[in-house]
């Protein structure tokens, strides 16, 4: 149950601080939830992670199926060199969830101390 | 141990924002990208997108409704004209900020700032060259000479401010997505940017010169075989105007044009060899910049009015130059094609006339050979005394490396482009000045302003006298049925091959005698054979009593006469058929070159291709391999001919012109030049012509290879995008046929910019199509959704809303401008 409502929270934090602050303010959104709520390191760095992944890969998602993947193929190509719109939705998850899981771990153990 | 931990954690936390965030690790900062709420991501328009919005500006006097149609078009309605370019330059904004910045960088020679110096400095180079040109020296006499009116200056600062408007509100989310990807945030617009975007056509459509190759060339042939290799009056020529009782040319010269007395000794000096020029300008416009023209008058047509079609070849490029608008206000009503980047539509009609341009391609950029006093360059010699210099120290700003300060000299005769900073050969320093129209403050936005506001014929002609430079031959049709074409600029009175070559500039007895009076332009209006055109021929033939250059294509000219000559009951499809028509006028002219080819010589696989050949009715069509075979082997056979004598020069020689090998071989069967003079036989022309059919014959077996023969395929026609280098954005292997020399100038990465035709009837019934799309955004669907139609030939009808249609199906979304 905790694992879920911090993974929520981690998104909906990350999404409401991403409205006003650049990218990487993703990271303090998962540091203060992982701070609030008491977890094991790994738990923390697994939730920090499925939040910001969850967040990142949903949106692009939306994004990309409201626009028939047209940039999506675009900029898989130019960045990924294949032409796949899930593999950058994938990519896009996974390094907002890097930053999620790393900003985590640093919030449950800076609550431990 | 805990402490450890956590510093670990929190180091790898900044560690990975730092990695994401910058270039310093990975090649693109792939978090600050691909975050869905700030990246890329926020670039993908939804398919379904909508554009109403109610807005509220300051900078309004009053409200302005803008009315979008389905393919995107904006049918501007303002009640004052301040408001209207306003609401102009904030359209141009929203959809085509980054290319507008990025072509005006590209004027002022700034890329380098953005892109860094580029692979073996080329993109610096570049800079340096736009720099030492004076780019940004006359794009600020212009603004100067545009603030001298206050029409003109209304009108750019309220462009000026409607841009603005539009970048100020811009959040980083929403930035176009080539800032995000290179990294860099727009600057706000200035009339300054106008200028330098306008100067940018000037230095595309009249910075193209040949002068230094043409020097080359005098100083290694003789003066006969100069003037064989490059005659500049074509047997094919139909000039714009021909020199006829009903329009006749001006009996002699307004002025002196008797060449110096000394010209023999110190220009004429053929050949002469030494100090030949070794390096080129490093870039320079594309010389198919040109373009087709032509009115009918109501004689030749099915409604009795006249019909007006232009298209201009241009770059092909994403976002496209042009961006189509129709612009409303109580004075005028005008539709068209507009430049992102300046007010007005540029290429289009309202109620009583339509117009239209080609490039004059006149000599207006020569280069004289400079003398300093000393190093410090700061006084040259000029008639026997020694004048001061002006500096102007050009800052170039380079991405990741300190900047380059580059000290360019002014003379009286222009901006010292060339000196021992910035060198055109390896082996000596020459210090060359250019002269170029392009310098002189003219305020040649007016043109545009004119023609939107014209009512009449004359009201068009008096609005053109505002073009000084680019010259263009501008074309003219009302309502009424007048219709005409001036080759209208400001051209210099030149003697013959006056420029075509480097001139001393120590001497005043080599300036431009003066100015071609306005009236001796040539030009032609409501001519008995019913028509008028043009297309970036030479525009009178030589009894025309001043020089008006030396290098013109005339095959397209030459087609659309014929065409025009013949045609009758004239209909806006009928114009159609002729913008798009493939026929290669070359091959019909040069088939009984070609066909003296000894047959019996011919091996299976020569005779495999000679057979396509044979069989090709001269259309540049897709799926016509003849087209493939013709084009390889003619460009071979001029290569086997002389390419041995050129080859000897060793220096940068200009290529002949499309049609001097076809007149030189039909006037001369022994023409000297087919000898192979590295070998000891004596060729023949037969020799040649199998020799060449069988080195095309290996580029055409590579083709065959890749299954690429039809013409389309390997003529491999593309529209990148203005990077060049994000294939992803660009459009690839374009099915479309034309070519060089075709009406359809459709090359590999140039052509018909837009294609526009305007029956002058009442209400006006327009058609047009430009390669690309109304949006500059490569994640909307509409980046490039009029590229398909354009490949295949077709038109939008285009419509101009009146008050009142507010509620026509034809309207799609709304925008209302209020005033906060």
Redesign the interface.
């Known amino acids: 149950m905790k694992i879920i409502v911090s993974i929520l929270l981690t998104a909906l934090l990350g999404f409401a601080l991403s409205i006003f602050f650049p990218w990487w303010i993703i990271a303090l959104a998962a540091f203060v939830v992982a701070f609030a709520i008491p977890q094991t390191p790994w738990k923390a760095l697994l939730t920090g992670f499925l939040g910001i992944f969850l967040l990142w890969s949903l949106l692009a998602w939306w994004i990309s199926t409201a626009n028939d993947d047209l940039l999506a193929n675009k900029i898989s190509m130019l960045l990924l060199k294949q032409q796949s719109a899930g593999m950058l939705i994938l990519v896009s998850g996974l390094i907002g969830g890097l930053v999620g899981a790393a900003a985590a771990l640093t919030g449950s153990l800076a609550r431990k101390l | 141990m ?2 450890v ?2 510093a670990f ?2 180091l ?2 900044i560690g ?2 730092i990695v ?2 910058t270039r310093k690790v990975l090649p ?1 900062p ?19 997108a909508g554009f109403n919005e109610d807005l509220l500006l300051p900078d309004l006097q009053d409200k302005v409704d803008v009315y979008f149609d389905e393919r995107l078009v904006p049918h501007v309605f303002a009640r004052n004209e301040t408001d209207l370019y306003y609401v102009q330059g904030y359209l141009h904004a929203k959809f085509r900020l980054w290319q507008m910045e990025f072509q005006t960088h590209a004027a002022a020679g700034r890329l380098s700032e953005i892109l860094g110096e580029g692979p073996e400095g080329r993109i610096l180079e570049y800079d340096r060259s736009m720099r030492r040109l004076g780019m940004v020296y006359a794009a600020e006499r212009s603004v100067e000479e545009a603030d001298k009116t206050p029409e003109s200056k209304a009108q750019y600062e309220a462009y000026t401010k409607g841009v603005n408007a539009w970048i100020t509100q811009l959040k ?1 989310s929403q930035l176009p ?1 080539e800032y995000k ?1 290179l990294g860099y945030s727009p600057e706000q617009w200035s009339p300054l940017k106008t200028a330098l975007f306008l100067k940018y056509m000037s230095f595309d459509l009249a910075g193209g010169e040949d002068d230094l190759e043409f020097t080359n060339a005098r100083d290694f042939f003789s003066k006969q075989d100069f003037e064989k290799l490059y005659p500049y009056l074509s047997d094919s020529l139909k000039p714009i105007q021909p020199n006829t009782p009903e329009s006749p040319y001006p009996a002699s010269a307004a002025m002196d044009l008797r060449r110096p007395a000394d010209a023999d000794s110190l220009y004429f000096r053929f050949p002469a060899g030494s100090d030949s020029i070794t390096k080129l300008p490093p870039y320079q416009p594309n010389p198919e910049n040109g373009s087709n023209n032509w009115a009918v008058g109501g004689t030749k047509t099915r409604s009795g009015r006249p019909i007006l079609c232009n298209d201009p070849h241009l770059g092909l490029n994403l976002p496209s130059l042009w961006f189509e608008m129709q612009l409303s206000c109580p004075a005028f009503s005008a539709y068209g094609a507009t430049f992102p980047g300046s007010p007005n539509v540029i290429i289009g009609f309202n109620e009583d006339i339509s117009f239209g341009f080609t490039n004059a391609g006149r000599d207006v950029k020569d280069y004289y050979e400079i003398e300093f006093q000393d190093e410090t360059k700061n006084a040259y010699r000029f008639n026997n005394e020694w004048l001061p210099t002006s500096k102007r120290v050009e800052i170039i700003r380079i991405k990741g490396k300190p900047d380059l300060l580059d000290t360019v000299a002014y003379t009286a005769i222009g901006p010292v482009m060339y000196d021992n900073n910035y060198r055109n050969s390896e082996k000596n320093v020459s210090n060359l000045a250019v002269r170029w129209q392009a310098h002189e403050p003219s305020n040649d936005g007016l043109t545009f302003y004119g023609l939107n506001h014209a009512k009449s014929y004359s009201d068009g002609v008096k609005a053109i006298r505002n073009l000084h430079c680019p010259g263009q031959n501008c074309l003219i049709a009302s309502r009424n049925g007048d219709y005409g074409i001036w080759q209208q600029g400001t051209f210099p009175a030149k003697w013959r091959r006056q420029g075509d070559f480097v001139m001393p500039g120590t001497d005043s007895a080599y300036f431009w005698k003066g100015t071609i009076p306005e009236t001796e332009n040539p030009h032609l209006e409501n001519p008995s054979r019913g028509y008028v055109s043009s297309a970036n021929q030479l525009s009178a033939d030589t009894s025309y009593p001043y020089y008006t250059g030396n290098v013109f294509p005339v095959y397209r000219g030459f087609m659309v006469n014929r065409f025009l000559d013949t045609a009758n009951n004239l209909s806006p499809q009928d114009m159609m058929a002729m913008q798009t028509s493939n026929y290669v006028i070359k091959a019909e002219l040069s088939r009984d070159i070609l066909t003296r080819l000894p047959v019996e010589k011919l091996d299976d696989r020569l005779k495999k291709y000679f057979e396509f050949y044979q069989k090709w009715n001269n259309k540049a069509d897709p799926g016509e391999p003849g087209s493939t075979v013709f084009h390889l082997w003619w460009r071979e056979l001029e290569q086997k001919i002389w390419k041995d004598e050129f080859s000897r020069a060793n220096v940068p020689l200009p290529w002949p012109g499309e049609y001097v090998l076809i007149e030189s071989l039909h006037k001369d069967s022994a023409y000297a030049w087919i000898d192979d003079v590295s070998t000891p036989e004596k060729e023949t022309l037969e020799d040649d012509l199998l020799a060449s059919l069988k080195t095309a014959a290996d580029s055409l077996d590579k083709l065959s290879a890749q299954n690429n023969l039809d013409w389309e395929k390997a003529k491999d026609t593309k529209i990148r995008h203005l990077l060049r280098v ?4 660009s459009r690839l292997h374009l099915p479309i046929g034309g070519g060089k020399g075709i009406i359809n100038a459709t090359g590999p990465d140039h052509g018909p910019s837009w294609r526009m035709i305007v029956a002058m009837t009442d209400g006006i019934e327009a058609y047009g199509v430009y390669p690309g799309g109304q949006s500059g955004n ?4 509409y980046y490039d959704d009029f590229v398909d139609h354009w490949v295949t030939g077709k038109y939008y009808r285009l419509w101009m809303m009146k008050a009142g249609e507010e509620a026509d199906d034809r309207v799609k979304w709304t925008m209302h401008f209020r005033k906060a």
């Open positions: 805990r402490f931990y956590l954690a929190f790898l936390t990975l924002i994401f965030d693109a792939l978090g600050r990208l691909l975050s869905p709420q700030h990246g890329i991501w926020q670039n993908a328009e939804p398919s379904d980083e997505i990807l994000i294939d992803p954005f490569p994640g909307s669907r």
